[in-house]
């Protein structure tokens, strides 16, 4: 794999889909995720256990600290350009396991407007309007609104500054090293995230301290970046590099590309309309056989199969159900249509429930993104 | 010449100087700065009647605004990398002339911090010390504290926001096209001065309106990529094309360069001890003969002597009088001893009375620079 084609692999603006996650680790420095490493959390989340998360870069100063009863910084965010869909979940639900393993713990949840602007042309009133029901989601899924900083980019001045006064410190090669070749407003937003990253480590939020960025692997270029600056400006600022998980890129219902918003059909949000998702359920890429007679004989593969994955991955918090299926699967004793209604039924009653938490958290929403933080 | 050339000498961090303006404006755009035109502007100053300002954008608009009582706005700024000297002061009286020639005029004073953090590695504390000296000087030149909005590029959210913005539509083929290759900072310190151009046409201060910014020609790619921008938005923001006026590089007291704070015997701060303004007078280059007997036959050179370009540019308010040394120079009735003891005596008189102006206003400054307006 040459280094053009690592780069456009590691590509956070795009569709590919990554195929051969330890060459990318390897070329990057990025850490495999050991079960050894995972024990030493003081809780497991199944994103963990069944090896969602795969890699990291310094989660050790994160256990440390949370050890040592230090305040630590969780930060990620959201481009508001939709409403929270399966990929969307995934980061959340990190952000806020990462929240809740210590009291110390304080969440850094950016809306990344001037990213909608400058990558999607979209208004920031739009923004503005979708972030609310971003919020709603995240208070749905469980952040705690009491140790939470909610902020716009567009709005918060440190960031952008941050961004202004990095930007020295780049050049061309370098950022078309890190990115490819991409409009020079891309690049910018690329130098805002590293803003937003650093955010937590500044004097007005208590200065250093250990941050944790859970993210997918195609948003690696925005850590090595911010990592990159931050080691530049470990004099003035003090910066302690910040420190990243980072999940598999999730296939698509559909089974083929890297789950987008671009693809409608191969992925719901969290606030569809339940005909809506079952119908895409109903129409998943699976392991079936082409008959039921065969599949019966030869059993299912749930290796490849977008339900048991869609199940693996979000549904099914039980390991022991979702081993049960597998062997069930594989030995044919269950078949795809009964696979699928079960996923139905599992999905929606979960959304049914995500729905009415978020109804109950409107208001707390609105504030939060008014005042910033409680 | 050549597009590099071109590109070369319109360089605002260069400190080349320009050498024929003609074939600059007309590969530009950029207008001559007529007698006709100038003889619409309600009153007169002495840079306009003695073509230190030549050259001009839409000034027509600015003409109109104040003809018709509406509102138009005066935008430059200072990068705050030390004292006032003899080319800020320059830029500053333009701005205060532009102020004064309308009551629906308002000033915004830009400190462009940023811009020295990214070309000068000064930092942002240091740049804040500076401006206070700046705003002194501003001051006692006689900007209107009544109609001006003070501000520091780092923390002026709504100027960093736009250039966040505006670089969506920004190629690196167009900067580079502007600006010729430079680092990512620089390139994204123009971004934040096309931000503080268009800052006075933000709802926040009224919306659309004529706007007037008066430079060197040396900034005009500012100009140019913020008329460029601000077209590409009319239809969102309504921006106007802001109008500009363009003044001459003037050389230095050494007679060679373009004024710079890179050479500090060929220029003075406003500030500087009586002692050593003296000592650059009379070391000035001037446009003398040989011999003292030479000189009073054959007479002196004033167009090429910076004695006389210090008077004439600066310290002599009186037309007349500066007709009269011109012949009585040409005419070998003045020699330069005496000629620059005149100017040491006329500079020195000035920089004492500014010194006890400036006194006068520091707690003013310091109002301004906290709450940017009156």
Redesign the interface.
């Known amino acids: 794999m040459g280094y053009e084609e690592v780069v456009r692999q590691f590509d956070p603006w795009s569709s590919f889909l990554i195929k051969d996650y330890d060459k990318l680790f390897k070329a990057f420095g990025i850490r495999p995720l050991t079960g050894e490493l995972i024990s030493q959390l003081p809780t497991s989340h199944r994103l963990l256990r069944r090896r969602i998360i795969i890699g990291h870069r310094d989660l050790e100063r994160i256990i440390n600290a949370i050890r040592e009863g230090e305040e630590y910084a969780v930060m990620s965010g959201i481009k508001p350009t939709g409403e929270f869909h399966l990929g969307s979940k995934l980061t959340a639900e990190e952000m806020i396991f990462f929240q809740k393993l210590s009291n110390k713990a304080r969440l850094f949840y950016c809306i990344a407007d ?1 990213e909608a ?2 990558d999607n ?1 979209q ?2 009133e739009v923004s503005s309007k979708v972030a609310l029901n971003n919020v709603m989601d995240m208070l749905a899924l469980g952040m705690d609104p009491r140790r939470v900083y909610v902020y716009k ?5 440190r960031v ?2 941050l ?3 990095l ?6 090669s370098t ?1 078309k090293a890190i990115y490819g070749e991409k ?3 891309l ?3 690329a ?2 995230q590293v803003g937003d990253i650093l955010l937590p480590q500044l004097p007005d939020f208590g200065g250093p301290k250990p941050t944790i960025v859970p993210v997918g692997v195609d948003q690696d270029p925005h850590i090595r970046l911010t990592r990159d600056l931050a080691k530049k400006h470990e004099k ?1 600022y003090g910066f302690l590099l910040p420190s990243a998980t980072y999940h598999r890129l999730v296939r698509d219902l559909t089974g083929r590309e890297k789950m987008s918003k671009r693809n409608p059909m191969g992925m719901f949000t969290l606030t569809e309309e339940p005909e809506s998702i079952k119908r895409k359920i109903m129409n998943a890429y699976t392991g079936g056989r082409p008959t039921v007679k065969e599949q019966r004989e030869r059993g299912g593969n749930p290796d490849i199969c977008m339900i048991y994955e869609l199940l693996r991955v979000h549904f099914e918090e039980s390991d022991e159900a979702l081993r049960e299926l597998y062997y069930k699967c594989k030995g044919g004793e269950v078949i795809c249509g009964e696979c699928k209604q079960l996923a139905v039924e599992k999905v929606l009653k979960w959304v049914d429930e995500h729905r009415k938490k978020r109804e109950k958290v409107r208001d707390l929403a609105e504030r939060l993104l008014i005042e910033h933080m409680l």
């Not at 980019?153 to 001045?157: C, I, T």
């Not at 930007?167 to 061309?172: A, F, G, I, P």
């Open positions: 001037v602007y400058n042309r208004s920031l980019q567009s709005e918060e001045v952008l500054r961004a202004s006064l930007s020295r410190d780049v050049t061309y950022i409009s020079f407003g690049y910018f937003s130098l805002i003035d």
